[in-house]
């Protein structure tokens, strides 16, 4: 059975870093583009970052480029979201979610839900001021 599963959240000072992962089992890890996405309280779930399959290419949610840094192991079957610099904007439940179709240069489209097959059950990241 597919599955995700986010670590790494927790409760830090604005200025600081956090390091997510997400491990991914049951499913062909490197045949999957994997997005990170996060949810606020009272707000939409909203796009973050996104590699392929391969690791080559990446996209950002313009509100991160610069702090955040996306990369995958797919020998470890594992995608990370470096987050340096965090804002108390930034606190929010952080999902991630893999995506078996093709790749498409954009934030746009590779920020849609709809696009990804399986997601994960969060992690929180709480960022105080």
């Known amino acids: 059975q597919e599955q995700l599963v986010e670590s790494g959240g927790g409760l830090v000072q604005a200025g600081g870093s956090l390091r997510l992962s997400c491990a991914a089992s049951g499913l062909t890890f490197s045949g999957y583009n994997m997005g990170w996405f996060r949810q606020a309280p009272g707000k939409e779930r909203e796009f973050v970052a996104a590699i392929r399959f391969d690791g080559v290419n990446t996209l950002y949610a313009d509100f991160v480029k610069g702090r955040f840094t996306i990369s995958r192991d797919n020998a470890k079957n594992t995608v990370y979201l470096q987050m340096n610099t965090l804002k108390p904007e930034d606190t929010a439940v952080y999902y991630c979610?893999?995506?078996?179709?093709?790749?498409?240069?954009?934030?746009?489209?590779?920020?849609?839900?709809?696009?990804?097959?399986?997601w994960g059950q969060g992690t929180q990241v709480t960022v105080s001021s």
């Open positions: 979610a893999a995506d078996a179709h093709n790749w498409v240069p954009t934030a746009q489209a590779m920020g849609a839900h709809g696009k990804y097959d399986y």
